[in-house]
Every structure is written in structure tokens, then in C-alpha cells.
């Protein structure tokens, strides 16, 4: 279900003031989704990323009326994700978080000839690998624009960093994916 921008304002209010808790359940349903998707790129762990938009979200409802505060929520999600991201981070810093494989691609049409899904494949998975060669922040600035939508201003805001810093972010990211696509494309695979 999609929820507009007012009506995730309603929901919001609706928790704050009233402790709804379908409202919270609609609020959830709505940010999980992409909440995890963005925890899990960087912790780079689905029980991880799953844990911590977990307690997030338990969080969220535990502001109780400064809830209602909170001007622009998915904004303050994501900003709680990457700080409790990093946080966790920090305190496994010596551990290593493995790679999981539990997000599946699912894009392909299956009714699309195979040598072309072949082919898809293999450029998504160097468009994913020049990605994930990036420097950490340059990485999630890239993720939260393309992936997720996030505006350079909202980006800034949730990293801490000026809109020039995310601008150059960008610049590197696209230039690395070209790279990485251009070096595939005359290698002839």
C-alpha cells in the first residue's frame, strides 16, 4: 500500500495522539521495506538490517506525542537507520559482517529470452560490484539518490554532509559505474 506524503502525516499524528496501533502498523508496512533494504547495504547482514529497523521503528512508536514533532518522517527514519547502523558498526568494528543473499533481484521478466536475461544480469551485477567499490559514504549517498529517491538536500541532512559533498559523491559514483560499464562493454564480456 502506498501512503502519501499527507497521509503518512495522518498516520503519524494518529500514533502520536491516540497510540493507534494500526497507524503504526501502516507507517511500518510502509518504511520497512526500503528501511531494510538501506540497512542492509550497510551492514551488509539481513538479521542485522532486520534488527535495527526493528528497534527504529520501536522507537518511533515509543516517542509517544514528539512523535507528532517530527516534521518529515521518512527523513528521520533513514537518519535513525544509518546512526544505528553506525553504531552498531562501531561496536563490531573487529567483527566481520558477512554478505547475505537473502534479497533477491527479481526484475527479470520471465517471459524475456534467456540469452538477453543473461545479459541483463551481467550488467546489473557490474553496475552492483562498481557500487559496492565505492568508498562507504560515497555508497549510501548514491543508494539513498538512486535507490530510494532521496533529494540532494534530504541526503545532506540525513549524512550530515553539505549538498557540494553529495554533488561530488554523485559525480565519483557515476564515473566509476560508467568506467566499470564501458570496460565490460569493449571487453566484449
Request: net charge negative; aromatic share 10%; glycine share 2%.
Amino acid at each position: 500500500m502506498y501512503l502519501t506524503s499527507q497521509d503518512i502525516l495522518f498516520f503519524q499524528n494518529r500514533v502520536a495522539y491516540t497510540r493507534d496501533e494500526k497507524a503504526y502498523q501502516k507507517i511500518f508496512f510502509h518504511f520497512h521495506r526500503s528501511l531494510f533494504r538501506f540497512a542492509h547495504h550497510l551492514m551488509k547482514s539481513a538479521e542485522l538490517a532486520e534488527e535495527i529497523v526493528s528497534d527504529v521503528m520501536m522507537r518511533v512508536w515509543d516517542l509517544g506525542h514528539k512523535l507528532a514533532a517530527v516534521e518529515n518522517l521518512k527523513l528521520y527514519l533513514f537518519t535513525a537507520i544509518k546512526n544505528a547502523c553506525l553504531n552498531q558498526l562501531a561496536k563490531k568494528k573487529w567483527e566481520k559482517v558477512e554478505w547475505s543473499d537473502t534479497l533477491e533481484n527479481s526484475l527479470i521478466d520471465a517471459d524475456e529470452n534467456p540469452e538477453r536475461q543473461l545479459l541483463f544480469l551481467e550488467i546489473e551485477d557490474k553496475v552492483e560490484t562498481a557500487i559496492i567499490g565505492l568508498p562507504p559514504q560515497c555508497q549510501m549517498v548514491f543508494r539513498l539518490i538512486k535507490e530510494e529517491g532521496f533529494s540532494h538536500k534530504e541526503v545532506a541532512a540525513i549524512a550530515e554532509i553539505s549538498q557540494n559533498t553529495i554533488e561530488t559523491h554523485m559525480r565519483l559514483a557515476l564515473k566509476k559505474i560508467r568506467l566499470a560499464l564501458n570496460d565490460y562493454l569493449q571487453s566484449g564480456k
